[in-house]
């Protein structure tokens, strides 16, 4: 079974512009969770869909914003990009949701924001 | 708010060390409870977790994990630790009751040879 895949893997921006990730969950699984991994932050929850739907939210600024399609793909969407924005953002799915499931992680997109 | 607290941000050990590192949550409802890995040029993944039971829990790669509730802990251990551990290690909880999956900032392992 093919893992977690994201895309692009790397990216390079500059201060205003705006980013869409992509993440393609592992086959059947229907969460998809979202996180931004900076060093010394850890791992912080952005949001998860479930069946297309937002489930959950973390405390994102509204330039944060993902959606998820029918074949259980999600994208993220990052507006007016902020030097602050770079991390690695991470894409998780699993079952049923993150809370109770075990969560397959893919490998991150590396967003630099210059 | 809840919190997730790994007050070790970095250890470094032998081979052949015992490991232990600290996991505090502060929440006092049940939880559910995750120690995940990240080892160098992969993905995150899954250690161990526990949801109810035996407090003990057993991972892959030897690793343990106690819950004491009344320490509002879940600390993770190995007995005996092996180069190919250097990795990094999250914990994460879930208060029952809500959606949110906290993770901690992680502690950097290194063991030596």
């Known amino acids: 079974k093919a893992g977690v895949t994201q895309t692009p893997r790397y990216l390079i921006k500059t201060r205003g512009q705006q980013v869409t990730l992509s993440c393609s969950p592992i086959s059947g699984h229907r969460s998809v969770s979202w996180y931004q991994q900076t060093p010394g932050q850890g791992l912080q929850f952005l949001f998860e869909y479930f069946s297309e739907t937002q489930r959950n939210k973390g405390n994102f600024p509204g330039r944060f914003s993902g959606r998820q399609f029918s074949n259980s793909r999600s994208e993220m969407n990052v507006s007016t990009l902020e030097l602050g924005d770079s991390a690695l953002y991470l894409c998780?799915?699993?079952?049923?949701?993150?809370?109770?499931?075990?969560?397959?992680f893919g490998p991150g997109t590396r967003l630099t924001v210059l | 708010a809840q919190s997730v607290s790994q007050h070790n941000h970095h250890v470094i050990l032998s081979e052949a060390a015992s490991l232990e590192l600290g996991c505090n949550y502060s929440y006092g409802g049940t939880v559910n409870l995750f120690w995940y890995v990240q080892y160098p040029g992969q993905h995150l993944q899954l250690l161990l977790k526990y949801f109810s039971g035996d407090p003990l829990v057993k991972g892959i790669k030897g690793f343990e994990a106690e819950f004491i509730k009344s320490k509002f802990s879940f600390n993770l251990r190995k007995p005996s630790v092996q180069w190919s551990d250097t990795a990094e290690y999250f914990c994460a909880v879930n208060a029952m009751g809500t959606d949110k999956l906290i993770f901690g900032t992680g502690t950097r392992l290194q063991v030596f040879p």
């Open positions: 998780a799915s699993s079952l049923v949701g993150q809370t109770t499931d075990t969560q397959y």
